[in-house]
Structures are given as C-alpha cells and as structure tokens.
C-alpha cells in the first residue's frame, strides 16, 4: 500500500510536469490574442508594476526636477552673463554707427562700394554656340537694367550686362573669350593684394588673376573677391578660390589661377546689381557724378 502512494505521487508529478510543459509551449506560439490565465497574469502583473513604478518614477522626477532646477540657474546666470556682453556690444556698435555717419559728413560719401540694389532675373535662352560666354534673361530696360551692370547667383559673380531690349539683356559671362573683358578684384587675406581677372583658361576651367605685385604672397586657397575700384561690380562680391600662382611671362608680376564659385554651366536664377555712386575721374583727380553702368572702369 505505501508502494502505491509512492508511486501516484510519481505520476501525479510527471503529469504536473508534462501539463507545465504543455502550457509553456501554448504560450510561446505566435498569437493574435492572449488566452484567459495569461490575460489574467498579465493584468495581475501589470498591476503590481503600477503599484512600485509609480512612486519610483515620482521620485525620479522629484530628482530630476531639481537638477533641472539647478542647469536653469546655471544657464540664467550664463545667459544674464551674454546679455551684458550683448548690452555693451549693442552700445559698441551704435558708437560705430554714429562716428561712421559724422566720417561719411565730413568726406562727403554719398554711398559705399558695396552698395546696390539687387534686380532678380531668370535665364530664359542660351545659344549652344556660346554656351560659356553668353546668356539671355528675362529683365530689360523696363526694369531698370543697363549695359555693364553686374551680374552674380548666390555662388558668385558669372558676368556683366553687354546688351538691354525693354524686356531681356544679354549678359556675357567671366568665361568669356573676349580678351579686353576685365575685372578689378582683391585677394582677401592680412593685407589686400589686387589684381585683374584677364581672360579664362578653357583647359582648366578656370579665371586668370594677372598684374599681381610680385612683393605680395598669395597662397593657393585664398578667396577672390571684387575690388569695387573699376567702377562696375560692387566690391566685395565673390569671384573664386586660388589654384595655383606662377609669374607671368616677363617674370615682372605674378600670375594665380582661379576656381570660379559660380557654375558658368548651370544658370537659372541671376541677381543684377544695380548701383551709381561718385567716382573719380582719374585723368585729373576731379569727383564727378556718374551712373557706373555708364563707366569703363571694368570689362572694358
């Protein structure tokens, strides 16, 4: 009789065992829904992890708050801190402002070289045979366009007006073959060294910066920009990056290379600079009045 019992309770585990198999195997399949126990576990489950989360994540965020506490005060202190700077760089800037008024009254300066006012336009046609050196846009006469106005994209300069109807001009651009096309530009660096864009190199696809001073250093990777001096472009405007920089051919001035920052290739969208400041009519050093669209200072 004991043997007996010992052995139902044998049985009775094996039972147990395989039935806990059983259900283990029925829960790991793939199931859209859960059955009754799991529902039942999983809600009993999840009510006892409510019941701990929440007074955990309470004082969590109790920790965090005042940490958060703490960078606000940090950063008010840093910011009060910018603000005083600003204060003093706000009272800098309008001492600057001031004098540059008082200095423009006693030299008389009507407007600066980098002024102008910017007249947007759209390339509508392109001659496949002058692909590089000419486009046509969209704003004329009407508009207030005239011959040797500048021409640049958001990249950089890409040329000058040559010729106006009342609603198109043609612009030719710094690609240009035509050897009397030249631009007054400044190396920007420590010290300003000046030369002339004159002419471009098909081979390289890139501007020829000439008559740099041979005393000046001017090292590849430094931008190109307009001088303002040539009466037509607006100073300041970006023509390029240098290359490389040679001596010419007499060995008397050094030569650079140019990567234009604008694509000649790919035009859509031009902005014309419109401008007309006091210049100086350099065959006797007298100022006279003239609308720089008129001028010959630049691209002759």
Not at 24 to 53: C, M, N, T, W, Y
Not at 71 to 95: F, G, M, S
Not at 167 to 174: D, P, R
Request: hydrophobic share 40%.
């Amino acid at each position: 009789m004991p043997q007996f019992f010992s052995n139902k309770r044998l049985i009775l585990l094996l039972v147990g065992m395989i039935f806990l198999v059983a259900l283990i195997s029925f829960s790991l399949r793939d199931r859209d829904h859960a059955s009754v126990p799991e529902q039942l576990v999983k809600d009993v489950v999840g009510f006892g992890q409510s019941i701990f989360s929440k007074p955990t994540h309470y004082v969590t965020g109790v920790f965090n708050n005042v940490e958060s506490l703490l960078n606000t005060y940090d950063e008010n202190k840093r910011l009060k801190a910018r603000l005083e700077d600003y204060a003093t760089l706000q009272a800098d800037v309008n001492d600057l402002e001031i004098q540059n008024k008082e200095l423009r009254k006693i030299v008389d300066i009507k407007e600066d070289l980098r002024a102008y006012d910017p007249i947007q336009s759209t390339v509508i046609a392109r001659n496949p045979d002058q692909w590089e050196e000419k486009i046509m846009i969209d704003k004329g006469k009407i508009h207030g366009v005239k011959v040797n106005m500048a021409v640049m994209t958001a990249q950089g300069l890409i040329g000058k007006v040559t010729l106006t109807t009342p609603y198109t001009s043609t612009v030719e651009l710094l690609s240009t073959q035509n050897p009397n096309y030249r631009v007054s530009a400044v190396i920007a660096g420590k010290e300003e060294v000046f030369g002339l864009i004159e002419g471009y190199d098909e081979k390289r696809k890139e501007l020829i910066l000439k008559r740099i001073d041979s005393e000046f250093e001017v090292k590849k990777g430094q931008k190109v920009t307009t001088s303002g001096l040539g009466g037509i472009f607006p100073k300041g405007i970006l023509i390029g990056e240098v290359t490389e920089v040679t001596t010419d051919d007499y060995g008397l001035t050094k030569l650079a290379y140019v990567k234009p920052a604008a694509s000649f290739s790919i035009l859509d969208h031009v902005i014309i600079s419109k401008r007309s400041i006091s210049v100086i009519d350099g065959t006797d050093g007298k100022n006279t009045e003239k609308d720089l669209t008129k001028g010959a200072g630049d691209g002759s």
